[in-house]
């Protein structure tokens, strides 16, 4: 039961009959429901790798009469009960197991699925959304809310987030049409032996306080304090961020090296390195060292390895081939989605601390682009530079300013060079004696690999940056001066959807994929410089309708910016229109094939097919499809038009078919 004061509580139908129906005993009345923990459920073990090759399904229906329900089943037990009550239910899968979790708040994932475990351990330090351990229905003595909410929040861990596979958002899910299958089943006769449960005992009292609907979001009413707070949305200076407080995971791989500027000259010099698992051949094996001693084994061990053009890694062989093919997997699936390189060398840390606060973190300082390439599944990863340029932890800048009034000036600019690359021992020098004679401050030279992004912070260094340039553009100028008057989208009234064919002629609609009447009107709005929202659902034709805006406003002479969240819309799009000739005119500025070299020959070949365009032959082909509109156009007026009897042929033939159907 969600109760009025926000809190989950677990109420037995005795418990139910009190509270809301008093009088009423129990077994009587309307209240006679038990809760799931009070059914007696028995765990059923699922099969082995079921959420990869899937299971079948026990219906609730079946659950009651049998009393058995596996991991998966008492999942979506739970959250269909959750979605009829009017939350929104998710599914969690890590591997070999499920659970379930709800919002407690009117928000989800944005998506039907969030492979992020951070984004769902956000959530759940946020008091927005609770994970729940299902399994401890089937547990004797039964066990309370609290204690099961802590069993599924300890699943979202750093510890275990390597366990974590997915969460399916049920309220996005149906977003998309995807339903529930429809349920004919009959009820079986007969019902399992009921096993006798203690209702789950009532959690204690929440701090009314914390609930994520008491943090209103104030809006402020000046220019100023709008853009301070899409600044703050934008900047991430907590420590839920990595690039401030970087910790080892499964998603992360330390390296050990002799000279970490060694490692950046070889790097930015295309040499390939490879991992070497430091675990797997111990040096030490069951010598009695001293602690120098085996300090000094190790180093011989890293040197030796690094001039063999490996990375030391202090692990066994499986654990970091597992770590590597982890990041190479995210880092491919970023590079798909949001088209830019995440998986960088963090070389070099700063370990800080607050005043007060005993605990120490950790920030990396420069940050190296690599990637990871291998020739088969079975191949060992070679570690390689990408083509990117190394860049210092923007965030860790920002976040010394604001919180420490610190400033590293000599760091905001283009970095220091040396013959093979990035000077780092002089970067670290200057952060060194910038951090002296701050209390808790040290540079740590240590390495690891880790996926970083930057999406937001570049976004917020651009409205820092360009507040004056931004508002240039008169649609940012609204939302930061007047967004509570209306927007004027363009000067005079765009073309009518009806009225595409009387005002415009087949020459100038440079459309080459296939458009209705609203689409053309989308077209046509785009060219002449109105602002609109194009909305529709899945398989409208929305990225039909963007490339054919393309190539209107590249008829009418104009350049177009198109952007987007995630590569998958860019690349759709830019598919289209190489499939249709026009390849030639689109350069791809921000994507991880993006370099100088391309950049040069797509400008090039853009060049050469301007100058071929041949116009007398568009104007021969749209001469013939304008007298073809017209005729059809003709034939449609004569068919609709009203005679002297009163009515028009079309009204006519209604008529009749009517008529006939009737009869």
């Known amino acids: 039961v969600l109760h009025r004061s926000g809190e989950f509580r677990s109420v037995s139908a005795a418990q139910h009959d009190r509270q809301c129906h008093p009088g009423c005993d129990a077994g009587e009345g309307p209240g006679h429901n038990p809760t799931v923990a009070d059914v007696g459920l028995t765990y059923a073990n699922p099969p082995a790798s079921f959420e990869v090759d899937g299971q079948k399904i026990r219906l609730p229906n079946r659950i009651r009469n049998e009393g058995l329900a596996t991991c998966l089943d008492s999942s979506l037990l739970l959250a269909a009960a959750w979605e009829q009550a009017g939350l929104n239910p998710v599914i969690l899968f890590s591997e070999g197991h499920a659970w379930a979790g709800v919002w407690i708040t009117k928000r989800d994932f944005g998506q039907v699925t969030e492979p992020d475990v951070v984004a769902v351990r956000k959530a759940s330090q946020a008091k927005e959304f609770i994970p729940v351990e299902t399994t401890l229905l089937a547990q004797r003595p039964t066990v309370g809310f609290e204690e099961a909410v802590e069993a599924g929040r300890l699943r979202l861990s750093e510890e275990r987030e390597h366990e974590f596979r997915m969460a399916v958002d049920i309220t996005r899910a149906r977003s998309a ?23 789950a005992k009532l959690p204690s009292p929440i701090d009314l306080g914390l609930l994520p609907a008491e943090l209103i979001d104030s809006v402020p009413d000046t220019p100023k304090g709008r853009i301070e707070r899409w600044q703050a949305k934008l900047l991430d200076l907590s420590l839920r961020n990595k690039l401030l407080n970087f910790k080892q995971s499964k998603q992360t791989v330390p390296c050990l090296v002799p000279d970490l500027g060694g490692l950046e000259d070889a790097l930015a010099a295309d040499k390939p390195f490879r991992a070497y698992p430091l675990m797997e051949d111990d040096p030490i094996g069951e010598r009695q060292l001293s602690p120098q001693d085996k300090d000094a084994v190790i180093k011989s061990a890293v040197e030796d390895a690094f001039k063999r053009g490996q990375i030391t890694v202090p692990l066994d062989r499986k654990e970091t081939n597992n770590r590597l093919l982890t990041l190479f997997r995210k880092a491919k699936s970023d590079v798909q989605e949001g088209g830019t390189n995440t ?31 291998r020739k088969s599944a079975k191949s060992e990863f070679k570690i390689l530079h990408h083509e990117d ?51 808790g401050f040290e540079v740590v030279e240590e390495i690891a690999i880790s996926t970083f992004s930057f999406s937001k912070f570049l976004m917020w260094k651009d409205l820092v940056d360009r507040t004056d340039q931004l508002r240039n553009n008169r649609l940012v100028a609204h939302l930061v001066d007047n967004p509570e008057r209306t927007f004027e989208s363009g000067s005079g009234e765009p073309v009518a959807a009806h009225e595409i064919d009387q005002r415009l ?133 004569a068919v609709h038009a009203i005679g002297s009897q009163g009515f028009s042929v079309f009204q006519a033939v209604r008529a009749r078919s009517r008529s006939d159907q009737c009869g």
């Open 177 to 199: 049409r995807i339903r529930p299958l429809a349920s004919h089943v009959v009820d079986e006769q007969g019902e399992a032996e009921h096993i006798n449960a203690a209702p």
């Open 389 to 439: 340029e190394v860049r210092f932890n923007s965030t860790l800048l920002e976040f010394l300013r604001r919180d420490f009034d610190l400033t590293l000036p000599e760091l905001e600019g283009d970095l220091p060079r040396d013959d093979s690359g990035i000077d780092v021992p002089l970067i670290f020098e200057w952060i060194r004696s910038r951090v002296r004679d701050v209390p």
């Open 343 to 373: 998986l960088f060398l963090a070389a070099g840390f700063l370990r800080w601390q607050r005043e007060g606060d005993k605990r120490s973190y950790r920030a990396p300082l420069l940050l190296v682009p690599i990637k990871l390439e």
């Open 505 to 637: 002629a087949p020459r100038d609609l440079v459309t080459p994929l296939p458009a209705d009447s609203s689409q053309l009107a989308a077209v046509v709005a785009a060219a002449e410089g109105h602002d609109f929202v194009l909305i529709g659902p899945p398989g409208t034709g929305k990225s039909q309708t963007i490339a054919n805006i393309i190539c209107q406003c590249i008829a009418h002479g104009k350049t177009v910016l198109f952007v987007a969240e995630k590569a998958a819309a860019l690349d759709v799009v830019q598919r289209r229109l190489e499939a249709h000739g026009l390849g030639d005119a689109v350069l791809e500025l921000h994507s991880n094939k993006t370099d100088r070299k391309r950049v040069l020959t797509q400008l090039g070949r853009g060049w050469d097919r301007a100058s071929i365009a041949n116009e007398r032959d568009w104007l021969d082909v749209t001469e013939k499809l304008r007298i073809k509109r017209d005729q059809l156009n003709t034939y449609v007026e």
